[in-house]
């Protein structure tokens, strides 16, 4: 069974530019999460998906921060204008259900805003 | 609200040596408690969970850890360290009502030859 697969891996942009990441989950996981984890730090949720469903937002900056799950599968996070706080991985899990199913994790991408 | 603190930001024990990570929990509801680890440059990868039942967990790669409500604590231990196990582990807790994890900042052990 495939994992949960991000890209690009890393991702070197300046500031003010515009970036978007991309997740596949593992097949038939209908839960998909966001989170960001910065240096030193365990990962922060940012947003969760019940299948294209944006459940649970509210620590997303939408001020930023996008994120669309169209069909239900894929998922893509953006961010437009990048700020040099933004510089972090940005993790992506998904899991079979909601509820207590175990989080998957993908590889993340690494983003470096110089 | 819940809320996770891992004691020790670097933990380095001898190989063959007893693995001991704490974490210490806050939840005013039944908590779900997780451990992960992280290789270099990998995503998180689940070690061992606890939701109901038995207090004492049994994970992959020779790993367990407690329950101890009393204390509010899911210490993660292994008898005997590898290096192999050299990687930065992280708690988490949940509980029913969220599906949210929230992590501890992590621990990175470092097992010595």
């Known amino acids: 069974e495939a994992g949960v697969v991000q890209s690009p891996r890393y991702k070197i942009i300046e500031k003010k530019q515009p970036v978007a990441f991309w997740c596949n989950p593992i097949?038939?996981?209908?839960?998909l999460y966001w989170y960001r984890q910065n240096l030193g730090q365990g990962p922060e949720l940012l947003i969760r998906?019940?299948?294209?469903?944006?459940?649970?937002d509210s620590q997303l900056p939408k001020d930023r921060f996008s994120a669309e799950r169209l069909k239900g599968v894929d998922s893509t996070l953006k961010i437009q204008p990048a700020e040099l706080g933004d510089s972090a991985v940005y993790l992506c899990a998904s899991s079979p259900d909601r509820g207590q199913d175990t989080q998957y994790f993908g590889p993340g991408t690494r983003l470096t805003v110089l | 609200a819940q809320s996770v603190t891992q004691l020790g930001s670097h933990v380095s024990v001898s190989e063959g040596a007893l693995v001991l990570l704490r974490c210490n929990y806050s939840s005013s509801v039944p908590p779900y408690l997780f451990w992960y680890v992280q290789y270099p440059n990998q995503g998180l990868q689940l070690l061992l969970k606890y939701t109901t039942g038995a207090t004492l967990v049994k994970g992959i790669n020779g790993f367990e850890a407690e329950f101890k409500k009393s204390e509010t604590s899911f210490h993660l231990t292994k008898p005997s360290a590898h290096m192999s196990d050299a990687a930065e582990y992280f708690c988490a807790v949940s509980v029913s009502s969220s599906y949210k994890l929230i992590f501890g900042s992590g621990t990175r052990l470092l097992v010595r030859p």
């Open positions: 097949s038939g996981h209908n839960t």
């Open positions: 998906y019940e299948n294209e469903e944006a459940v649970d």
